[in-house]
């Protein structure tokens, strides 16, 4: 046994990419080495179809490289000889096969990031790091471009990506003559519109569903196994990725704001977990959606192009590049000293604000909401509500399928609660219902009235809004973007704006009960 295998490489759940140099070529003495381990199911409680997802993509991919002639152990979470954690698995196997050299590729989470090196740092025999291949950018990339510049605005470093990677560009120009086309994409989904319902692909994750819940693994959310319609493998995820660009794509941009009560993801491409898992490589994304408006300039409008584009290579990029940026100060943030604690119908739906239990009800039944319901409901309302951004991560970090820490933080601690006091966004996203009628069917039957402020059933999100602003007016009223939020609340009659913040003050100290 000893000394049939000379190196040992290790692959991460997240790291699937089938099309990553290591596989272009065959080598009888390397061992690639995947495992289900407690360490990575235990840390927060993820929902039960991201775990199932997760296992099952990864022992695809372990079977892929199998059928490919490389080496691969798939360590299953119910191996009586699965120690549960990288570190003592990868000891066994060096021990094991007298393993002179380990590998791995760069992970993209600062935790598992530090525990590697640290790893490495005490082997006695060599070890190398890979790039993963995945990215448009390196992890420094970010750093360096806006390094000597004011600010790390995220229009910036698109414009720039653009250029560097010739996407979308006429020359120096950007096709469509400009870089933004947001105004022309925040319609609401007319009531005669019905968009093309979702693809759901068909899988069997029924074994993987009875490893982690025979594990008496803690998971939230619903599942049917033998129905399991998320992307697996790098076939079903171009599946995805070519109904997208098909149906989707031409009214992406317009209705990238909308949100339904009917619908769950409007025009949205869910590709999020085929390129999180790296399945799915952005370049094959946006190499898709360019080919199809190519093809169909008459029926794919460029703002729907640039709309989707600017998602890939301007915001997916931009957070990875400021997460490597800001780790590791970046997750214990809380510019607001916000403290309270998530309500708990954030686990259940139950609440009788509409939008919220519409939101939160269609994540735990799929294990995903899209990037308005995101931040413009369950967002927003934690953060007019001042809750705690721990708890806040630790919620979205849990529940969607495609959470990963390095897109999950930066998106929750960063753009939607503000904790980084401005470092992904010049200004809290913050709405009251106005905002969320003009998007939305979500106030037409709700409990609250979406038109008034402090009657008892007002919509506390009119409220909040107006609390949240004059509580943290110190940190925000010199900001430029918010001079007209001031004004409007300074000209408000002095008892209009008591009755306002009494209401908020109750709903504050009831919040479970809204
Ligand atoms: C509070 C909050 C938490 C979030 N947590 C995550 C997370 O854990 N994982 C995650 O992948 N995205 C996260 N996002 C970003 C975004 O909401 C999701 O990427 C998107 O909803 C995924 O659905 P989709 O694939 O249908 O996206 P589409 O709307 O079809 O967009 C296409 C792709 O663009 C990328 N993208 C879009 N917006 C962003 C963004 N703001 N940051 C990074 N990439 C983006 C994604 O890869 C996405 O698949 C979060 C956003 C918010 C506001
Ligand atoms: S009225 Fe308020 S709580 Fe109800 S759906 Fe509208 S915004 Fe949400």
């Known amino acids: 046994m000893k000394n049939k295998y000379k190196t040992l490489r290790l692959i991460l759940g997240d790291q699937l990419n089938l099309q990553h140099s290591w596989y272009q070529h065959q080598d009888a003495s390397v061992l690639y080495l995947m495992m289900e381990v407690r360490s990575e199911t235990d840390y927060v409680w993820h929902h039960i179809q991201k775990a199932c997802a997760f296992f099952a993509a990864m022992e695809n991919f372990s079977e892929a490289l199998n059928a490919n002639g490389n080496n691969t152990l798939y360590l299953k979470l119910d191996d009586p000889s699965n120690k549960q954690s990288f570190e003592a698995n990868c000891d066994t196997l060096i021990k094991k096969y007298g393993i002179e050299k380990f590998e791995y590729q760069l ?137 997208f660009t098909e149906y989707c794509l031409p009214l992406f941009g317009t209705f990238q704001d909308a949100m339904h009560t009917d619908e769950w993801s409007i025009y949205h491409s869910r590709l999020s977990f085929a390129m999180n898992s790296k399945m799915l490589c952005p370049k094959e994304v946006v190499g898709a959606a360019i080919a199809a408006w190519e093809q169909n300039k008459k029926g794919i409008a460029i703002n729907q192009l640039e709309g989707f584009l600017r998602q890939i290579i301007g915001w997916r990029e931009y957070m990875r590049g400021i997460y490597w940026l800001k780790m590791p100060e970046f997750e214990t943030m809380n510019c607001f000293d916000h403290q309270r604690k998530l309500p708990d119908w954030y686990w259940t739906g ?165």
């Open 350 to 514: 139950k609440t009788k604000m509409n939008c919220l239990k519409h939101s939160i009800g269609q994540s735990l039944e799929h294990a995903y909401a899209h990037h308005i319901q995101r931040l413009m409901i369950t967002g927003n309302f934690a953060l007019l509500a001042g809750i705690n951004p721990d708890d806040v991560d630790f919620w979205y970090l849990g529940i969607y399928i495609d959470a990963i820490q390095w897109v999950e933080v930066t998106n929750t601690r960063g753009m939607s609660q503000y904790a980084d006091g401005g470092i992904t966004g010049s200004k809290p996203y913050t709405g009251s219902a106005n905002y969320i009628h003009k998007q939305s069917n979500y106030c037409e039957n709700c409990h609250y009235d979406r038109t008034k402020k402090t009657e008892d059933n007002a919509c506390p999100f009119n409220s909040l809004y107006w609390d949240f602003h004059d509580r943290h007016r110190e940190k925000l009223s010199l900001n430029f973007r918010l001079s007209m939020v001031y004004r409007l609340w300074d000209k408000m009659a002095a008892s209009d704006r008591e009755a306002i913040l009494l209401r908020a003050n109750y709903c504050l100290e009831h919040l479970e009960e809204l």
């Open 107 to 243: 992970p993209d989470e600062y935790r598992l990031d530090e525990n590697l090196k640290a790893y490495c740092s005490q082997l006695s025999i060599s070890s190398q790091a890979y790039d993963t291949e995945h990215f448009y950018t390196e992890r420094e990339e970010l750093g360096t471009f806006f390094s000597g510049k004011k600010g790390l605005l995220m229009e910036n470093f698109y414009r720039e990506m653009r250029k560097k990677h010739q996407v979308l560009m006429a020359g120096k120009e950007p096709v469509g003559g400009k870089w933004n086309f947001d105004e022309e994409n925040r319609s609401k989904l007319p009531k005669s519109h019905k968009p093309h319902a979702p693809l759901l692909l068909h899988n069997n994750v029924r074994a993987q569903y009875e490893r982690i819940t025979k594990a008496e693994i803690k998971t939230i959310g619903t599942i049917n196994p033998d129905h399991f319609y998320w992307p697996l493998n790098h076939k079903q995820a171009v599946e995805l990725l070519n109904y």
